[in-house]
């Protein structure tokens, strides 16, 4: 019975370490993982019972106490070297040697970073081979401040988890922070850093819709309300609200967007003035202008304001013979915008387009007051032309007649900034004009149709954001290339596959011959 | 310190006098050239397709950079081949002196148990170094067909160093358990595998555990090291890894004594 018995301490062993990963994996008592332990437990016993003097010699010997001292050495001084590693890990110094500074982080965005409160999460979307190329600028966002926490996940593999975040393009990366989320679909630094800053802002933006004046509803579900673009502006994290000037003493001043969209009837002079007031204090206002020939509201108050914008919204509606348009089923006075100027509303829009009902065109004045810059950021194409005689219009048979009919391209979408007298709302010190010769490319018909959606998310985001984002210049790696020519090529070839090799071994057989 | 140099002396020469350490230094370098072709070739091809790219679409060229698209993995396929060759340049370090019975010679002579791990652990850390040098000659060939940033390839080196000296305590370790060096190869192959698997198993888990696992492998730390990055962190990570190493190849050495083992 003793000569086996050294076997079954090992044994049982086995069977009780077996046992509890049977029990770990299973996550149940049962007979398998009990019958195990209980005959682990069996083994010990015996194996204790024919050895208990020898077991009994080692613990008391002097070995065992030596041992014990090691042990708890080691135990010491790794759990001395896990803690120096803690401290080295909470207080770094970092150094980028490469020539371009390619992994510095900029000042504004570890300034942004050192004052998060609360941990930032970042889920990146990304296709298995993608990732590496965004890993490397998440890291440095990490290496500054412990509250970046980063995650990628691929939505081809998790499907659901890309559609729990809304997210339905690759490289979409979603910051999240308290319980916003902010989608962003390119990585650069400017970016990234941009979408924390909107993420952590402690109160959210407002934009504000004027009513009274047969303005299109934002919570108007029908064809021509807007309540599709109303849920889009939440989803960016802005509230909204809506204003009338008549009632109000001014617009509010937590307004960060004014929008005005497609008023039927003229503003009252001190609407007007409450209007002018709010923009001379640095305010932001979107107008969306519809053609008001056939209905005659052609809103000449308007114009007073605007002409101190260097903008002119002219008297007559865009007719579209270039054919895009009837792509989609639309007629001529449906003009499509494929080609836009390089303003940060349609910086990525490449050749996407975008389509205006009923749309008049407007003009950017040759001689602009000081401090003003317009600039039109969408226009129509060159087979286009601005009709302003209602009668043809009314009759069907329009001819062009230039002048007064205007030559196409025309201006659409028109960008304007002057400066401000007073800091205004958003603590910019000039007050930023966005105009459309149409309010119908936002209504909920066309909200979906192309990029007309994204169009006026972005005109409303610069309006509302333009002081406050920051701009990174994007850091690329210097361009060093090697070129090869065909000798250098086979010369990489013979040093790197037998040169090297061969005289290792060439010098491992001398060693040994020699040795011999 | 005399008695340190001695043992390092002794243990340098056995490498460049035994035919083993050239026959690891040349798989090493059959494996690191065959990798060096292959990412050249690419990367050549890779250049040449931009400048294409760039005339048939008359755009400035995307830079393209050797640094980041040639070196950066080249440098991370030799720490690779490194986890696999080092276990072979650590294995003889004890187990053969335990074969040979020459380590009661050691316990009994005037050094001390510090000073010879030391003393092997600095030995095979200059031999591993003298590998990483005969690979600079690749690296160095570059620089006659083009103009690679000198910095990145300095601090990817140095992380080189760095990882290999994890390697080499616990491979170091791993032979001054046995006295069979095949068993001290393996051994110490196996917990690096299992050590660099960590920074894998990163990829599975959620973003605050794989912070932490990718923290305890030399590989997560050396990326920053071939990107031309130097952190503290990562010079503490290597620094306690490798002392932890030897110190705990000290503690099996001086615990021989008590546990009356050879």
Redesign the interface.
């Known amino acids: 019975m003793k000569k086996y018995s050294s076997y079954a301490g090992t044994l049982g062993l086995l069977f009780i370490a077996a046992g509890l990963l049977i029990q770990y994996v299973r996550s149940v008592w049962q007979w398998q993982e009990i019958v195990p332990l209980a005959v682990g437990g069996a083994l010990l016993v015996y194996y204790l019972v024919f050895n208990f003097k020898s077991v009994l010699d080692f613990i008391s010997s002097r070995g065992a106490l030596q041992t014990a001292n090691a042990f708890v050495m080691c135990v010491l001084v790794l759990g001395l070297l896990g803690f120096a590693n803690y401290l080295a890990g909470k207080h770094t110094w970092r150094k980028d040697t490469t020539a371009a500074k390619q992994f510095s982080l900029s000042e504004q965005t570890k300034k942004v970073l050192g004052a998060l409160k609360e941990e930032l999460r970042i889920t990146a979307f990304y296709q298995a081979q993608e990732q590496d190329r965004v890993a490397d600028q998440f890291k440095e966002y990490a290496s500054v401040t412990s509250k970046f926490k980063y995650e990628f996940i691929d939505p081809d593999k998790k499907p659901d988890l890309a559609r729990r975040y809304g997210v339905t393009a690759y490289n979409t990366t979603v910051v999240s922070y308290r319980n916003q989320d902010e989608k962003i679909t390119t990585a650069t630094e400017a970016d990234l850093t941009n979408a924390i800053i909107k993420v952590t802002r402690d109160k959210k933006k407002k934009i504000y819709f004027t009513t009274n004046h047969g303005e299109k509803a934002i919570d108007s579900d029908e064809r021509l309300g807007m309540s599709a673009a109303q849920k889009s502006i939440k989803e960016k994290n802005y509230e909204v609200g809506t204003v009338s000037l008549i009632d109000t003493a001014g617009v509010p001043e937590d307004c960060s967007v004014l929008v005005i969209a497609g008023a039927q009837t003229e503003f009252l002079p001190p609407e007007l003035e409450k209007l002018k007031k709010y923009l001379e204090k640095g305010g932001a206002a979107m107008f969306m202008l519809d053609a008001g020939l056939m209905t005659k509201s052609p809103l000449p108050s308007f114009k007073d304001i605007l002409s101190e914008y260097g903008i002119e919204p002219n008297d007559d509606m865009i007719l579209d013979f270039s054919g895009i348009g009837q792509l989609f089923g639309a007629g001529p006075d449906m003009p499509v915008v494929a080609n836009y100027s390089q303003h940060a509303i349609t910086e990525k829009f490449g050749n996407f387009m975008t389509a205006y009902p009923s749309a008049r065109s407007l003009t950017i004045m040759g001689d602009k007051p000081s401090g003003v810059t317009a600039e039109a950021f969408a226009s129509t194409s060159g087979n286009s032309w601005g009709e302003s005689n209602p009668d043809e219009l009314r009759s069907g048979r329009v001819q062009p007649n230039f002048p007064p009919d205007r030559r196409g391209p025309l201006a659409l979408g028109v960008a304007a900034t002057k400066n401000a007298t007073a800091d205004g709302a958003n603590g910019s010190n000039n007050s930023r004009l966005v105009v459309f010769g149409d309010s119908d490319f936002a209504a909920n018909y066309l909200f979906g149709f192309q990029k007309n959606g994204d169009l006026f998310m972005n005109a409303i985001s610069w309006l509302a954001e333009e002081e406050d984002l920051i701009a990174i210049p994007p850091k690329n790696p210097e361009d060093r290339r090697i070129s090869l020519t065909a000798s250098g090529s086979k010369m990489i070839m013979v040093v790197s596959l037998f040169l090297l090799p061969l005289a290792a071994f060439g010098t491992a057989i001398a060693v040994y011959v020699k040795r011999r | 310190m005399r008695n340190f140099l001695a043992i390092f002396e002794r243990e340098l020469k056995s490498y460049f ?4 350490a ?2 690891v ?6 494996a690191t ?2 990798f ?2 292959n990412i ?2 690419w ?2 091809r890779i ?1 040449m397709q931009s400048m294409m790219m760039a005339q048939q679409y008359r755009q400035l ?1 995307q ?6 698209m ?1 070196i950066r993995p080249l440098f991370h396929n030799i720490a690779i081949i490194g986890l696999f060759l080092v276990p072979g340049i650590t294995m003889r370090l004890f187990a053969e002196e335990k074969r040979q019975g020459t380590m009661e010679l050691l316990a009994t002579s005037p050094l001390s148990n510090w000073q010879i791990t030391l003393g092997k652990f600095t030995a095979a850390l200059v031999f591993y170094l003298v590998m990483l040098l ?1 690979t600079g ?2 690296v160095g ?2 620089f ?6 000198v ?2 390839i ?2 990817g080196y140095l992380g080189l160093l760095l990882v290999g000296g994890c390697f080499i305590s616990l491979g170091l370790l791993f032979s001054a358990f046995t006295e069979n060096q095949i068993i001290a190869f393996v051994g110490a192959f196996a917990v690096n595998l299992a050590i660099l698997s960590l920074g894998w198993l990163a ?1 599975f888990v ?3 555990l ?2 932490f696992f990718s ?1 305890l492998s030399p590989i997560e730390h050396f ?2 090291f071939a ?7 990562h ?3 290597y620094i ?2 490798m ?2 190493g030897i ?2 190849t000290y ?1 099996t050495v ?2 021989s004594r ?3 083992a050879r």
């Open positions: 006098l035994s035919p083993v050239y026959v230094l040349g798989f090493f370098l059959v050239g065959l060096y072709y050249i070739n990367f050549d250049s060229p830079p393209i950079n050797v640094n980041m040639a005969a000659v690749f060939l570059l006659f067909f083009g103009n690679p940033e910095m990145p300095l601090t990829n959620g973003p605050n794989a912070a923290s990326d920053d990107k031309g990055i130097v952190d503290t962190k010079l503490v990570y306690s890894f002392f932890g110190f705990l503690v001086e615990s008590w546990r009356g």
